[in-house]
């Protein structure tokens, strides 16, 4: 089964330890710039399950879909619940190299995270 196709059946299931497994141990996930300049800067899955296990514990939850896919990148709209306030229509691009998830990266927006596709 392709990668893509393990986090599809991950996310449909709701499956986050799945969802986290499909990672590489030294993934990357890079925030949205905050105004102060600061950004959310994971540099390995367990920094990123890390973040997920928190959000998690403060009540947040999701309907995370695949809404494009490249032949090495995906973008999932993680439909959270409640909406980011700052970024009610986040969505994160993940990068594959051998299998498994390498990057990730957020963007405020379904049409930045498609053009960011387009320019990869």
Known sequence: MRTADRIKDALERR???????????DAVWLGIRQPDGSALDCRSRDEIKSVFDDQVAMG????????AETGDQLVVD?????????WPDLHHVLTVRAGKVVRMEDFVDRASALAALESS
């Open 15 to 25: 499956d986050l330890d799945g969802f986290i497994e499909e990672f590489d141990p």
């Open 60 to 67: 947040r939850s999701g309907r995370p879909e695949i809404v």
């Open 78 to 86: 993680m439909h959270p619940e409640p909406p980011e306030e700052a």
